[in-house]
């Protein structure tokens, strides 16, 4: 899903702009460098560069910001990234352990389900460069 300019957009969206800003980091550090990340800590900033912009291939979202989005709708951020980019692949992360928060962020559409730990940042890199292979995603 390589856009025309070579490279793959990701964004990385969490409730933290700390986090948020050291995972852009280490992500822009240890992928390929057609990899271009943006960062954003809010679900509106999110959708609104998805709808503005080139779509992204890969949304890292934050389970807290898989609200109900701000127009009302009876649709989750997943569901609304989706209904925009289709395509896009969504990696949700939480640092929710149990099963049930696991389940409902495939259910919403997210590809996978990593846990914000100590080793969360290698595992959202990992999930990350799987999809960056279209045929492993």
Do not use: W
């Amino acid at each position: 899903m390589q856009n025309l300019e070579n490279y793959y957009n990701l964004f990385v969206a969490a409730d933290n702009e700390l986090y948020a800003r050291s995972l852009k980091q280490s992500l822009e550090s240890t992928l390929d460098k057609h990899v271009k990340v943006e960062a954003f800590i809010s679900k509106e900033e999110c959708i609104n560069k998805i709808q503005k912009d080139n779509k992204p291939d890969i949304v890292v979202l934050d389970y807290k910001l898989n609200k109900k989005t701000s127009e009302g709708q009876n649709s989750y951020t997943v569901d609304k990234i989706k209904e925009i980019s289709p395509e896009t692949i969504v990696i949700m992360m939480s640092n929710e352990e149990d099963m049930p928060s696991a389940i409902k962020a495939l259910r919403y559409g997210a590809y996978d389900y990593v846990m914000k730990d100590r080793f969360a940042f290698s595992h959202i890199r990992e999930a990350v460069e799987k999809c960056l292979v279209p045929s492993r995603c």
